[in-house]
């Protein structure tokens, strides 16, 4: 007769051999140390003369029966191929079960086909990670952070798991040690980070703001919500150039909000778009973020931006370390 578990029995814990891109090193050193359980590999990243990929992955034989992660950062199209070589090649080595982390889905905000002709990376690049080979566990397991529109999800075939998590405890956990934490207001830059985000936020008012055109020019206006005297904090998935960001920091400031920051997952910031919200470029106090809290997603501009103000990086080490045991 099978005995069950005693009651409170901790469950144990998978040990994970995890392999990381280069980029990610120092994100994989976090994740490494806040788990027993994981335990990092690597991997040879060298190039032919000709450029091609020359890759190899160390003690290969070692991990057959074993637990193994990547943790990937397609930050562009040229490091991209090399990484699914690995990630096509891992789950080969008779390994137990194979996870892909993929903190950032980086063509996330290319998935409308508007007009014939128009190509919807973010389906491509779904299909292409839909067919990851099984290991000997099973399908695939994908873990992926704030994806850019929720019908995304729905890309990815059924041989491969995808799994989505998202920053928003990391921001929550911020928000509570602040000073003026009984002082918040969340508002959204428009109705897609409202939808994707506020179960999450539900216990805080809002605001809920859009893009009105006027002639030839979108204006950000005030949809619903009250900023004034509040800590306004907006939240979203992602930022690129920052244009919405700072012409609603504008809009809620004339409306009386006390002070306004930023949240967001994933800082992509191509063309140092970041240098505009840097404090020491701001026009004066009034034009200021008070905070601009990011995450680890996008390592190129965490590298480039470090802790400098209003820039404050809450790591994902944590939670994918969680995801990682799920």
Known sequence: MEVAPAAGKQKTKK???????????ELALKIAASSDAIELQSINWRSFDDGFPNLFINKAHDIRGQHVAFLASFSSPAVIFEQISVIFA???????SFTLVLPFFPTGSFERVEEEGDVATAFTLARILSM???????PTSVVIYDIHALQERFYFGDDVLPC????????????RQLPDADNITIAFPDDGAWKRFHKLLQHF???????VREGDKRI???????PEGRHVVIVD?????????????????????????????HAVFPKQSYERF??????????????????????HTVKAIGQRPPFEVLSLAGSIADALQI
């Open 15 to 25: 040990h994970i051999h995890l392999f990381y891109c280069s980029e990610c090193e």
């Open 90 to 96: 891992l789950p080969k080595l008779f390994i137990a």
């Open 132 to 138: 990851v080979p099984k290991s000997r566990g099973g």
């Open 164 to 175: 989505f998590e998202t920053g928003i405890p990391l921001l929550l956990q911020r928000l």
């Open 205 to 211: 008012p809002m605001i809920v703001c859009n893009k």
């Open 220 to 226: 950000v206006r005030i949809k619903e919500g009250n």
């Open 237 to 265: 998935d992602l930022v690129q150039s920052g244009g919405t960001l700072r012409e609603c920091q504008k809009v809620l400031a004339s409306h009386g909000a006390a002070k306004v920051s930023a949240y967001v997952t």
């Open 278 to 299: 840097m404090t020491s470029n701001s026009a004066g106090p009034g034009d200021q973020f008070a905070y601009f809290w990011i995450t680890d997603s996008c390592p």
